[in-house]
């Protein structure tokens, strides 16, 4: 199956759905295309792609069916009528959404006899086919490791989760997050500075060299939080210190006019877990805030 006789057929060509499917053209892999404004295939079609008239015509091109649309609803909507045609094919769905309703998706697969893979995409469109790209599959391992020759052309790491349909989801959302958590401190970061002058771009490498640190921070409370015996060894600090440092934070967000809001939302955290009776614990304990969310 990793070879170039391997025939792939991609639904929904979006920026991502695009890069997709021009991955496989690379590799020189026979591809069929779809998506509902045909326009969107012009250029993959003079790359040497075939463009489907309709869903049915794509799936019936190829054994592995790789979809990429806007919401799981399209994913039913273009795959749904289509019933036995999709008996014995592979369908890879890399479209966003919940882990149940990828979970869902693995089973109305099956009944309709289809093999199915559940995936999230860890990249923006032009960074598909990259050594670093990142890919999370789950679903039956031998399904998987009877397509991850082809897969592994969308990204480097390519990785597999699971049985778990619904672990990409997982993962997909939790990243983000981290993500947005960490832009989002950055940002409010560069705020402080500019009222000292400093420029974003000066503040910039030290952010790296403190992200690094929070990184050795992670690998512990990871641990921590792994062993389940809620002890929470505070190894660097604990929370009560955390909290202390924080209070200034916000402070000094205040006196300078700068938004105070996400600060305060970790004081909020802290104070919780505090309260709890883990102000000696480390950080990793205010991992209870967010088991059991606290009111406001």
């Known amino acids: 199956m990793g070879d ?38 012009d250029a993959l079609v003079a790359d040497g792609a075939v463009l489907a008239a309709n869903p049915a015509d794509a799936v019936a ?10 919401t799981y609803d399209v994913v ?7 019933g036995d045609a999709l008996r014995g094919k592979t369908v890879v769905n890399l479209t966003t959404g919940s882990s149940e309703q990828a979970r869902q998706a693995a089973v109305w697969a099956e009944k309709n006899g289809a093999r199915y893979l559940d995936g999230a995409i860890m990249i923006t469109p032009p960074g598909i086919g990259a050594p670093a790209s ?21 990204g480097g790491g ?33 705020a402080i500075v500019e009222t000292g002058g400093v420029k974003a771009q000066e503040f910039l490498p030290w952010a790296h060299m403190w992200l690094d640190a929070i990184k050795m921070f992670t690998a512990d409370y990871a641990a921590q ?4 015996d809620e002890r929470f060894p505070a190894n660097d600090a604990t929370l009560a210190t955390h909290l202390g440092a924080l209070e200034h934070l916000v402070e000094e967000s ?9 600060p305060r939302y970790s004081k909020a955290l802290m104070e919780g877990v505090i309260a709890q009776g883990h102000a000696e614990n480390s950080y990793a304990s205010v991992v209870k805030a967010y088991r059991r969310p606290m009111a406001s």
């Open 4 to 41: 170039n006789h391997t025939s792939v057929s991609v639904l929904g060509l979006g920026l991502m759905g695009q890069a997709l499917a021009a991955a496989f053209l690379r590799a020189g892999h026979a591809t069929t295309v779809w998506n509902r404004s045909a326009g969107k295939a």
């Open 61 to 70: 091109a190829s054994g592995l069916v790789v979809v990429c649309v806007s």
């Open 76 to 82: 039913h909507d273009v795959l749904g009528p289509l």
């Open 134 to 154: 990142v890919l999370f599959y789950a679903g039956e391992q031998a399904v998987f490791d009877t397509h991850e020759p082809v897969l592994r052309l969308l």
């Open 158 to 190: 390519t990785t597999y989760l699971g049985t778990d349909h619904g672990k990409p989801a997982l993962f997909d959302v939790s990243l983000l997050g981290l993500m947005w958590g960490a832009l989002n401190s950055f940002l409010h970061g560069v």
């Open 225 to 228: 939080i792994d062993a389940g």
């Open 254 to 262: 205040e006196a300078l006019g700068v938004d105070s809001q996400l």
